[in-house]
């Protein structure tokens, strides 16, 4: 069975869960024999994809089409500010490539066109405090805008929309009001990619595509209808997760689309199958569960682990968001600590909500127990994974949710929202309503407070990881091929 | 003449309602009413009243050749008067027959056994009252909550003059025995009535599984195994929850079909009969010393106790309450010591369980709960609430 797969990003070039989706999947499926032609939009050759063959949806692209860059400077200038930045893997890939641009190597400054941010690590409102104390100008942010790590701004809908890019318009809005919370040029990337990728496997034969969230999707339906295979659209998340009822139109509108013209639809929780039933009102027939997977690696002894506070450390990881519900965590907190007053709570991210919720901590008067330690990435994401005592996701909409198997992994027992694909897969967690914070406050100080508790939670979930992985999900997965293929 | 020996338990216990972190100190009262109720309202439709309807057709059809045995747990009667006194009566008049005979356990169901002997002897005193003063029996047998045993507590169990216990017949305890004869606590007199555990299973866990190769399981059926044991053993004893029928399976299931064939099934062989456990320990002379050196009890694929005691929080919350005991039996206040008693009921600590694979669907399906974590967190919540209030400068603050 030879297959065509639509992504969007692929290790180590990802900038969310996705790519490291598919290379989970991709590995396990290859195991079984399923040959797999995997399209991103670039190819950056630092992928270590031996199982499959990799191609770059936009070889054909001219680099005349590139704007000329003056960034690195404005880029520079932020990293001296916000320190953290510098551990950002698509900030620093900007970086790079704008200090290969400064040496005039074309070759590498095409790596700066990452064409899309799922799940933005960096934070808006960074810029404009810099802008707001003079410390960067306009233009600077504007250039780096320009580079496609832009940054969700908040803002209602309608305020949002009109920024919206409309495939192939050129023109784009002066000032950092980008809208949406993906990259400024995506429609045109995603459109570009669609032709790009049906003239790369122009000529090709597959016995089906398989496409990976909404970007892939116009790919997808077109590649699927010129070849006569069938379509398998994969939703890692919706619209709807993302940004709940400020949800772009034209995303969703893109999304149905890929769902509707798939011979079916795979979800990565029932709780996303039962969101697109109800978003989309696709038949529950045609959509299938596959649970993500993680990847087996050692769990991380960190018991020993020094850490700066004195009392009980909980933790929220994850972009300060709406999606990821930190208001909740905040809400929680306030209560935890009439109980356990020496508790500390770190709020570790960055996201649009950031502000709102250093304030929100101000108002319950709980500031001197809350750190806000901003973005955090390699040996300070372990370090914060190990210095907590529990490790909270009380997402609002979470279509599966990896952190709380990292945390796992670092035998940190955690407490998940029933609003999270996740949720369904873990035994040996606590779970909670994410607007339920008295019952998310009572979970936090029985972890805190009962060391039989955590102990058995964190044994048996130590157990539990090591079968959630992407075998379990290729078994799920080549009998939905066949029946798609043949049935 | 084989017999066979039926036991039912009847036992449901006070539920703890959710009880969070925040309400410590604030609210005082632990089990859920409602819920509780629910409970013993549905199974008392579902199960007492028709199966004690049935026993009872049973015994008047058979002039009493058809007999039994219960034990009912002093909760499971206490919310009986509470919430179903109709099912409580129904029992009252099945035993009136002289077709029923009562066995002893303890009143609260609890695992003190295990935990504190006076505190265990007080429970089954308790018990006796109840059963003396509602059914006017004074039982002469007995069996420890779900039949947790090992040859200490028999010989606690024999000094109180007891003529026999019920147990489960262990393959690992009986070894190359088999449960069909009537064995004997080591150095005592005291009988011990072995469960047939396979033919018991058969009709409380199997009966509707359509997975079995047995599946279904006729009344003709079942008879004819029993009838196959004939010339291998005295009495077969067959205990099992008294919801098995209607509740753990289904009316639907035909259970109740199968209840009403049955004893005239296995009277079709004329050497079979059917005996109470003091009938037969009367009938039947002990064959041996049955040793057990390790505590059983009749949960689980293991036997044993891992059921309420196999994990790090069940074990912690069982010491918690019964370090308690001298401080509450100190207060000398009745209601006290009774909430404190409704808190060691052997089923707040299996629903805390985290035992895996069939087991756990087994617990899930008893539990209140949404898991063993939240069953333990409610728990010693409760646990951390009694304390602040026992330790109270006055009790009268929370109207104890």
């Not at chain 1, 500031?367 to 990435?377: A, H, I, L, Q, Y």
């Not at chain 2, 059914?135 to 507590?153: A, K, W």
């Not at chain 2, 002379?285 to 059983?296: I, M, N, Y």
């Not at chain 2, 309420?308 to 009745?334: C, D, F, H, T």
Request: proline share 5%; with cysteine.
């Amino acid at each position: 069975m030879k297959i065509l797969m639509l992504g969007w990003e692929y290790p180590p070039h990802i900038s969310g869960g996705l790519g490291t989706a598919c290379e989970g999947l991709t590995t396990a499926l290859a195991k079984r024999g399923i040959q797999i032609d995997f399209l991103v939009p670039r190819v950056y050759g630092a992928e270590n994809a031996p199982h499959m063959h990799l191609l770059g949806a936009d070889s054909h692209r001219a680099i005349a089409e590139e704007r000329p860059f003056r960034g690195f400077d404005a880029l520079a200038k932020l990293i001296a500010l916000e320190p953290s930045l510098a551990t950002d893997p698509i900030f620093t890939a900007a970086v790079e490539g704008a200090r290969a641009h400064a040496r005039g190597a074309e070759s590498l400054l095409r790596t700066l066109y990452v064409p899309a941010r799922l799940k933005p690590y960096l934070d808006q409102t960074t810029y404009r405090e810099l802008l707001r104390s003079g410390a960067l100008r306009e233009s600077d942010v504007d250039e780096i805008l320009s580079t496609q790590i832009a940054h969700p701004i908040p803002g209602p809908p309608s305020h949002r929309l009109q920024h919206v890019r409309i495939p192939g318009e050129s023109t784009r809005e002066a000032g950092p009001a980008t809208g949406a919370h993906y990259g400024e040029d995506l429609f045109s990337e995603v459109a570009r990619y669609a032709m790009a990728a049906v003239r790369r496997v122009a000529g090709e034969h597959y016995d089906l595509v398989h496409a990976h969230d909404w970007m892939t999707f116009p790919a997808g339906i077109e590649i699927a209808r010129r070849i006569r295979a069938p379509l398998l659209v994969h939703v890692h998340s919706l619209e709807y997760d993302r940004a709940g009822h400020g949800a772009d139109h034209d995303i969703v509108s893109i999304e149905r689309q890929g769902l509707e013209h798939a011979t079916r639809v795979i979800a990565v929780s029932y709780y996303t199958r039962s969101l697109i039933h109800r978003v989309h009102n696709i038949s529950l027939d045609k959509i299938s569960v596959v649970h993500n997977g993680v990847y087996a690696r050692e769990t991380v002894e960190a018991y020993t682990e020094q850490r700066g506070s004195k009392g009980p450390v909980v933790l929220f990881l994850g972009r300060v968001t709406f999606q990821k519900g930190p208001e909740y965590f905040v809400q929680a907190a306030a209560r935890v600590l009439e109980h356990v007053p020496d508790a500390v709570f770190v709020m570790a991210g960055s996201g649009d909500m950031l502000p709102r919720m250093k304030e929100l901590v101000e108002d319950l008067g709980i500031t001197s127990s809350f750190r806000f330690p901003g973005f955090v990435r390699g040996a300070e994401l372990e370090r914060t994974f190990s210095t907590a005592d529990v490790y909270v996701m009380p997402s609002v909409s979470e279509p599966f949710g990896i952190a709380p198997l990292e945390a796992m992994s670092h035998d940190r027992p955690v407490i998940v929202s029933k609003q999270s694909g996740v949720s369904e897969v873990l035994r040996n967690a606590l779970k909670v309503d994410f607007w339920d914070v008295d019952k998310m406050a009572s979970q936090i100080v029985a972890l805190l407070e009962l060391p039989e508790l955590r102990r058995v939670i964190v044994e048996r979930a130590r157990e539990e990881i090591r079968n959630i992985h992407w075998d379990a999900a290729a078994e799920k997965l080549v009998p939905i091929y066949h029946s798609v293929i043949h049935g | 003449m084989p017999s066979v020996c039926f036991y039912f338990e009847v036992h449901q216990p006070y539920r703890l309602k959710p009880y969070g972190a925040l309400q410590v100190g604030r609210d005082h009262e632990y089990f859920d009413d409602g819920l509780n109720a629910e409970v013993l309202r549905k199974v008392a439709s579902k199960c007492y009243l028709p199966a004690n309807e049935s026993m009872l057709r049973l015994i008047e059809k058979t002039d009493g050749r058809f007999c039994i045995s219960y034990a009912i747990t002093g909760v499971s009667i206490e919310q009986m008067k509470r919430h179903a006194p109709a099912a409580l009566d129904s029992f009252i008049r099945l035993i009136k027959t002289g077709a029923v005979e009562i066995v002893a356990e303890t009143y609260y169901h609890s695992l003190a056994a295990l935990y504190d002997k006076d505190e265990y002897r007080e429970q089954i005193e308790l018990e006796l009252g109840l059963v003396k003063k509602e059914f006017g029996q004074t039982p002469r047998v007995f069996r420890n909550t779900e039949l947790i045993y090992n040859d200490e507590i028999g010989r606690y169990i024999s000094d109180l003059g007891f003529d026999a216990i019920l147990v489960e017949g262990a393959d690992d305890i009986l070894a190359w025995r088999s449960p069909n004869f009537v064995y004997r606590v080591p150095g005592r007199e005291t009988r011990l009535l072995a469960k047939n555990y396979k033919l018991s299973d058969d009709i409380a866990f199997r009966f509707s599984n359509r997975a079995w190769n047995e599946f279904p399981l006729t009344a003709e059926k079942f008879a004819r195994w029993v009838h196959g044991h004939s010339g291998a053993g005295d009495v077969i004893n067959l205990f099992m929850d008294y919801e098995t029928f209607g509740e753990h399976q289904w009316r639907e299931t035909g259970i109740f079909d199968f209840l009403e064939h049955l004893p005239d099934l296995l009277f079709t062989h004329p050497h079979w009969d059917v005996l109470t456990p003091s009938q037969a320990i009367d009938r039947y002379p002990a064959l041996g010393d049955l040793s057990f050196h390790r505590t059983v009890s009749w949960a689980d694929v293991g036997r044993d106790i891992t059921a309420w005691q196999g994990n790090a929080m069940q074990q912690r919350a069982l010491s918690e309450v019964y370090a308690l005991g001298p401080e509450i039996k100190r207060r000398n206040n009745s209601h006290l010591l009774a909430l404190w008693r409704r808190l060691q009921t052997s089923d707040h600590f299996y629903y805390m369980s985290t035992k895996s694979s069939s087991d756990a669907e087994v617990h899930d399906y008893f539990s209140p709960y949404e898991g063993p974590y939240d069953a333990f967190i409610h728990y010693m919540n409760v646990m951390k609430d009694l304390k602040l209030s026992v330790l109270a400068p006055s009790e009268k603050q929370i109207g104890l």
